[in-house]
């Protein structure tokens, strides 16, 4: 382990490091391990990642790999072991309202309206009554559920829990967007419509966004950029750039381009399963 002068050091220079390459997020070097009863769980090994501003980035990789952990340190909800975690030049050191989460479990505040809801961090901020109501009446619209703004969540399907999620976490205009596995627990085609809708929000608002998912299809689908994850030791194995239209259609996961990115995807993801059955 490093002491504390290194450490000081090693964050200095990975913060320089982010302003030079003047990316958003930068992870170097992240090692996360949980001990319990003496027995070390290596959930992340090392894995380094660079985000730029408006990207929008998906990691996919095996189940257990550490993506929802290296997604937590981001959130500043879990620390890292080793290795730094850098937001915007600020090395992370706990949740801070410049990073909106939205996670695969509904978590809206169920004694609140769809419109309170999306309203409640703007409060927090304290900002003005009719600039606060100007963002809530934008966003309703975004996620198009105007009708429904005096609806409580469990009046609300689970698609329309998930965009009140969405609309909650950007309402509060976070530096970044931290999403994990939103839409996993949808049907499928309220599963399509979600993602239809959250690259339309992107390619009109452009927020940064990290985005975990265990679907290929969807990382392809929203992305910019997908990283993909080696399970034991876990890692970054691969950074595939997606060359596909910028603005995207359902249509497109027909288009050979399309099922080429997946395919990619897909064999890297089953090469590493092979690759444990070989172990065990
Ligand atoms: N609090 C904890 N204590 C001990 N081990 C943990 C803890 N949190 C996660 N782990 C372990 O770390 C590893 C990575 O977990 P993590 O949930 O980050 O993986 P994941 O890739 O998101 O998995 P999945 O795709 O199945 O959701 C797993 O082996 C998990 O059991």
Known sequence: MFGKKKKDKLANDAVIEARVANSKI??????????NKGKETVAVADASIEILDNEFVSIVGPSGCGKSTLLRILAGLDE????????????????????????????????????????????????????????????????????????????????MKQRVAIARALANSPKVLLMDEPFGALDSQTKSQMQLLMRQIWQVEKPTVVFITHDIEEAVFLSNRVYVMSGRPSGIKANIPIYLPYRRTLAIKETMEFLEYRHRITSLLHADEEDDLLEN
């Open 26 to 35: 930068m992870v170097s070097h992240l090692k996360k391990s949980y001990v």
């Open 80 to 159: 890292a072991t080793e290795g730094t975690a850098i937001v915007d030049d600020d090395l992370i050191d706990g949740p801070g309202a410049d990073r909106g989460m939205v996670f695969q479990s509904y978590t809206l505040f169920p004694w609140l309206t769809v419109e309170e809801n999306i309203h409640f961090g703007l409060k927090i901020k304290k900002m003005p009554k009719k600039q606060a109501d100007e963002i809530v009446e934008r966003y309703l619209e975004i996620i198009k559920l105007t009708p429904f703004r005096k609806s409580f969540p469990k009046e609300l399907s689970g698609g």
